[in-house]
């Protein structure tokens, strides 16, 4: 390797593209249009680094499986921060697999952080520490010490430990001081600033308050009953019940929990539960059926009964009840949740993410753009979205993720 490839590989690791750019933006072998490739990267040119990547893997020898391996490594990372979901994880397993035979630890280290990642971005929290586990970050240098630190902190958070998350952005910021990165360092100041933002509301007996995660994380933990609006789950004595998928029980739930202990009328349960505000005996008859499987999934946390104006909640043991909602409620928030990271994000790949139709998201991002909180740009398959520049506050407690008690 010539001294101008070197000198490049340099500064590209110490973030400096620019100066990355100087040595070789003249250059048209394999190797400069790698290191070309990685450099608009970090400019924030996705699309040209592609390419030039893709160049740049074509151009190296039979003999030079590792180059190409790390071709392919540095173009999954440019598909998971311009959130193309859709990028074949398969081809990243195998250069992977290639670096790890060829005794290239550090950057096969590199690919197993970006598929924990991937994994981490679209919720499947057990899978992506079971991953994380195989590897051991002590020999990694300081950027990719404060990378894999990232990671176990966003798992931390996602679980509501936040004490855990502490300690882990505690080393990535040592390490990514000791890696004298801007781009890095300022990655995780933000990270660190998720859990000093109001993460949820808490709703009991009439008044609200905000709660930052580290307090959400202690709710869960009290006896205190808790009707969580975020993950439309019900947390009470010591078991959690999910009701994601009955969001009709949920909205009985949740008026149920918001006037304990006093009860809530039967007109007021259909007009929010059926979305109807003209109520026939039909919509009697089926607030009756579906207070009666809400009673058969409560009995082991609760009972519901009901009283001469309709129905009211009471608890087994717990002393409270309280509503946890995310911090300002939409009707599209886990959407926005999304967007709120700062990238941009094709419609297909919040598809992935949110385990949605298309079509529902494509439903849900029009809705959102006409009333200014998405915005968009380019056309068809290039068609990217995101949120304004000064997005609402969003909630981590929307996105994609295991149970709090899982």
Do not use: Y
Request: charged fraction near 25%; aromatic fraction near 2%; proline fraction near 6%.
């Amino acid at each position: 390797m010539d001294s101008l490839i070197t000198a490049a590989a340099r500064a590209l690791a110490t973030g400096d593209p620019l100066g990355a750019l100087k040595r070789v933006a003249l250059r048209d072998d394999a190797p400069g249009l790698a290191l070309r490739g990685i450099a608009m990267a970090q400019l924030g040119d996705f699309v040209r680094a592609k390419a030039l990547l893709r160049s740049a893997a074509r151009g190296f020898g039979p003999k030079e499986a590792v180059a190409r391996a790390r071709c392919i490594v540095a173009e999954a990372e440019i598909a998971l921060v311009s959130r193309d979901l859709s990028w074949p994880v398969k081809t990243l397993e195998v250069a992977r697999a290639t670096l790890q035979s060829h005794g290239d630890r550090v950057n096969a280290a590199h690919a197993r952080n970006i598929e924990v990642r991937r994994l981490l971005l679209l919720g499947r929290i057990d899978d992506a520490e079971r991953m994380l586990a195989e590897l051991d970050p002590t020999p990694f240098p300081p950027a990719s010490r404060a990378a894999h630190e990232l990671i176990v902190a966003g798992m931390a958070i996602r679980r509501l430990q936040t004490k855990r998350a502490r300690v882990a952005l505690a080393r990535a910021g040592h390490a990514a001081h000791l890696a004298n990165i801007p781009a890095l360092m300022a990655e995780v100041e933000s990270a660190s600033r998720v859990l000093d933002a109001p993460a949820a509301r808490l709703i009991a007996r009439g008044d609200e308050r905000l709660l930052l995660l580290e307090e959400v994380e202690t709710l869960l933990a009290s006896p205190t009953f808790v009707v969580d609006a975020c993950r439309h789950v019900v947390h009470g004595e010591g078991a959690v019940m999910s009701l994601a998928t009955r969001p009709i029980l949920f909205t009985l739930m949740r008026r149920l929990a918001e006037a304990w202990p006093a009860d809530v009328s039967r007109s007021l349960l259909i007009a929010d539960a059926f979305r109807t505000k003209h109520a026939d005996e039909s919509h009697r008859a089926r607030l009756r059926v579906e207070m009666g499987r809400l009673r058969a999934m409560l009995r082991p946390m609760a009972e519901v009964s009901a009283t001469e104006r309709g129905f009211a909640l009471a608890t087994h043991h717990a002393s409270d009840v309280v509503v946890l909602a995310p911090p300002t409620e939409e009707r599209h928030a886990s959407v926005l949740a999304l967007l709120a990271d700062g990238e941009s994000w094709s419609s297909s790949a919040l598809s992935i993410a949110l385990g949605a139709s298309p079509r529902t998201v494509q439903r849900a991002l029009e809705s959102l753009a006409a009333t200014g909180k998405v915005q968009s740009f380019g056309r068809g398959p290039a068609r990217r979205w995101m949120t304004p520049p000064v997005p609402d506050v969003p909630s981590i407690l929307l996105l994609p993720g295991p149970l709090p008690s899982d």
